[in-house]
């Protein structure tokens, strides 16, 4: 984010990239930041939390393909609707990124 930019300008890029990515798809808070030219996944993080309830918040993902903390039932609904793919292992589920991840350069 630009020094002279404000927080509420980050805020609505954050949501802007979110809602760009397409159903059955993911990216990872560090990729979100990534595409706004920024290293901070925390602060996507923290924007998801405060603001991100209106947008698809299931298609952001923790780098390991996790999803948010106590909302992985949530989620999961959502993957299965949106046919995203998911690796189980021993009854734990994960977004398989290699075939889920999205580049808004796609």
Avoid: C, Q
Avoid at 17 to 40: C, H, Q
Avoid at 56 to 62: D, G, K, N, P, S
């Amino acid at each position: 984010m630009a020094p002279d930019a404000a927080p509420d300008d980050f805020v609505s890029r954050v949501l802007e990239v979110v809602e760009s990515i397409p159903s059955g798809r993911v990216m990872t808070y560090g990729d979100v930041a990534a595409t706004l030219g920024s290293r901070a996944s925390r602060a996507v993080g923290s924007v998801m939390a405060r603001y991100g309830s209106d947008v698809a918040w299931w298609r952001v993902i923790r780098a390991s393909g996790h999803p948010l903390i106590d909302h992985e039932s949530r989620a999961l609904e959502h993957y299965r609707a949106e046919s995203t793919p998911v690796k189980w292992s021993n009854g734990v589920f994960r977004v398989d990124l290699a075939a889920a991840r999205h580049s808004p350069a796609e």
